[in-house]
């Protein structure tokens, strides 16, 4: 079984943050994508759920 790969709006909505601030978390390297193609980037739903594990870890 292949992982599931998001769009860019789907993460969006996952995270419930703007566009802009999805492209700033995977520029910064805080959240993996994969480019398929030239223009069609995926973000991994494990790399999704690691950046939250992420997130709940170091508010705790």
Known sequence: ???KLLTVPQAMAALQVSRWTLYALIRSG???SIVVNVRCRRIPESALNDYVTRLCEEAA
Do not use: G, V
């Open 1 to 3: 079984m292949s992982p």
């Open 30 to 32: 805080e959240l993996d």
